[in-house]
């Protein structure tokens, strides 16, 4: 670290709580050497070597030449109106014959171009240096005004939108605008504390840093104070990564960028834990948690073992009201393929597998996996499922065929391999996991599901399931995928005889590397169904136990933006009385599921049952993708 680290960032109102601890010396004084230019600019310097790491837009990050990596846990975004990317006119939309384009920011033009096609529109576009901006719209010319400019614009335009919002209103995701972006190896994950460091000094400024530009600039100090704290968002957590991840995704089926692409993160280190404290009452650790304050490992464990269910409830509805005020429950259109039951893990709460050889033993052939998936996008999916055993004939050419096969002849994601079977067929090539995934993401795994993780701790799991892979294999196997831009899910199987401790040790490492990556985008839980399996069953496994491990974590993964209910295995009642104890997700209109179902698991309900279920709760049912990016208005 004994070369400074060159720093190109805009002077936009929106980024000064990132680079605030920089700019007043408090942080990296020796280590950095902070540049101001407009955002395009900053991505030029990183491109053309001028600069190390740039405060770059996210399009320009996506359409550079060489592979980058962005800082984790900061961003310029929001969740709503943005106020500071806003196409004004003088006529509606919809009769802009042409649209003027600041030329300051790629991905405010690219956002601008992307909702427009999604309305239908097909205006002429042309770029305007960002000093002319504000005098281009005329007749039935718009203008996309970005930047502090747009603070400015109050009653001179008939016709205002603000994107911001229209994006939230098409996808209901937050929009990343710019990040922290570098070549691989220029970033230390030292440095990536001492950014985050100067973020959270300026997070703590922002009524001073708005107040401030609000008297340089003749306006309200109020107008900068309420833009930095109601409309910026500066951290870049899991719905902001999915937000990115969905905005990429739209812009290349569009033709805006030339590649598919994902967003991929320095290293970051973990977090400290939290620090020791004086003991607080139960009544104090409800209402702080519901107010979204971390609790340590211990104070989870006193919440789970000693507040009253009907407690706890109201404290994880209060916490999910907060994370989601507009009342909207979600759900996906998807298939559970369990493409082979051959296994030779042989889990003792298993009654699904078989071993090699036993005459109930099966590999799906193609004809029978494209029957499947045919039903399924006649039934309206989006998604597969692909979940097996651990088939030791299967090798991982065979899932990079399966994989191509199915993108070649099926619109549908693949959210597809456990940890564990990524494990084993990195065991049984001889690779690395991030290459096995590097693999099977160039054949089309979009995304990875957070089977076989049951309960992450290792007495547990050598109880249970001695051949599966150790807590950390899992953990680790998450974090690769994370490093490649995948998006996961995380699941827990509780009713082995777990301790209230080892239950809240599962959410804790999922919280610690959730700090670490984002990538995960919901978590699930689901209690152990034992009907005919060889583990007998010792444990609470009821609806007030379920319904308690679904508040609790609620609480704990303050990191996390979505919990699914899990009515698969505890009925629809159950789940729609979940979605009051912290539960904003309804799961899966499953249109198959093989392995829950061979314990005794009969539940099945269909799209339309999960809105009615949806709504009979009081909540606002819309479909969804795995990245939770809003797939359709509500049916009628």
């Not at 805006?256 to 400290?272: G, H, I, N, Q, Y």
């Not at 916490?319 to 996906?332: C, E, F, S």
């Not at 899966?588 to 009979?616: H, L, P, Q, W, Y």
């Amino acid at each position: 670290m004994s070369q400074r680290l060159r720093l190109a960032a805009v002077s936009f109102l929106n980024a000064r709580p990132i680079t605030y601890g920089i700019e007043q010396g408090l942080v990296g004084a020796e280590r950095f050497d902070l540049r101001f230019g407009e955002p395009s600019r900053c991505a030029a310097a990183v491109a053309a070597g001028e600069a190390d790491l740039g405060l770059m837009p996210i399009a320009s990050y996506a359409a550079s030449i060489e592979e980058l990596r962005v800082v984790p846990g900061i961003a310029v975004a929001s969740r709503g109106p943005v106020r500071t990317v806003v196409l004004v006119g003088q006529v509606p939309w919809e009769e802009m014959a042409e649209i003027a384009l600041d030329g300051a920011s790629r991905t405010s033009q690219m956002l601008a171009r992307l909702l427009t096609r999604e309305r239908g529109l097909h205006p002429e576009f042309v770029e305007v240096p960002h000093a002319q901006i504000a005098e281009a719209a005329s007749g039935t010319r718009g203008a996309l005004i970005i930047g502090d400019l747009g603070l400015h614009i109050d009653g001179r335009f008939r016709h205002v939108y603000d994107l911001g919002q229209e994006w939230h209103n098409l996808v209901g995701l937050p929009f990343v605008y710019a990040v922290w972006a570098g070549r691989p190896g220029v970033v230390c994950t030292e440095d990536v504390v001492l950014l985050q460091e100067s973020l959270r000094l300026g997070l703590q400024r922002r009524k001073e840093i708005g107040r401030a530009w609000g008297l340089g600039n003749g306006v309200d100090p109020a107008l900068g104070e309420n833009y930095l704290l109601k409309n910026i968002r500066h951290r870049l957590g899991s719905d902001e990564l999915s937000g990115a991840t969905a905005f990429l995704a739209r812009s290349y089926q569009a033709g805006l960028l030339a590649k598919s692409m994902r967003v991929r993160l320095f290293d970051a280190l973990a977090p400290p834990e939290p620090r020791p404290r004086p003991a607080r009452s139960l009544d104090t650790l409800l209402h702080d948690a519901a107010a979204g304050e971390r609790i340590a490992l211990e104070e989870g464990v006193r919440l789970y073992s000693e507040t009253d269910l009907v407690d706890l409830g109201q404290a994880a509805d209060l916490r999910r009201q907060a994370l989601h005020p507009d009342g909207v429950v979600t759900y996906i259109i998807d298939r559970n393929v369990n493409y082979t039951n051959i296994c030779t893990t042989c889990c003792s709460f298993c009654n699904f597998h078989r071993p090699p050889g036993h005459p109930q033993a099966y590999t799906l052939s193609r004809e029978e996996l494209a029957q499947k998936l045919h039903e399924t996008l006649e039934l309206g999916g989006v998604q597969v499922l692909l979940q097996g055993g651990i088939n030791p004939d299967l090798s991982l050419a065979y899932y990079e065929d399966l994989f191509r096969y199915m993108k070649a002849n099926f619109p549908l994601a693949i959210h597809g391999l456990s940890p564990e079977e990524i494990r084993y067929l990195a065991e049984r090539e001889g690779l690395p996991v991030r290459a096995v995934l590097e693999r099977l993401v160039a054949a089309g795994l979009d995304s990875v599901p957070g089977g076989a993780a049951e309960i992450l701790d290792d007495e547990i799991r050598r109880r249970i399931s001695p051949r599966k892979c150790s807590a950390d294999t899992w953990i680790d196997v998450m974090r690769e995928a994370h490093g490649l831009g995948l998006r996961t899910s995380a699941t827990m199987v509780f009713g082995f005889g777990e301790s209230p401790r080892q239950l809240v040790g599962h959410l804790d490492r999922l919280r610690r590397l959730q700090d670490q990556t984002a990538g995960f985008t919901a978590f699930i839980c689901w209690s152990f169904q034992a009907e005919g399996t060889r583990l007998p069953l010792h444990d609470d496994t009821g609806s007030l136990r379920y319904l308690r491990v679904l508040a609790l974590a609620r609480l704990y993964l303050d990191n996390f933006p979505n919990l699914q209910v899990s009515w698969v295995t505890m009925g629809p009642a159950v789940g729609q009385v979940a979605l009051r104890f912290g539960g904003n997700d309804f799961g899966s209109a499953m249109i198959e599921e093989n392995v829950v179902a061979t314990a005794g698991t009969v539940f099945k309900i269909s799209a339309a049952d999960i809105e009615r279920c949806v709504r009979g709760a009081g909540f606002v049912p819309r479909r969804r993708n795995m990245r939770y990016e809003l797939q359709s208005q509500p049916c009628a």
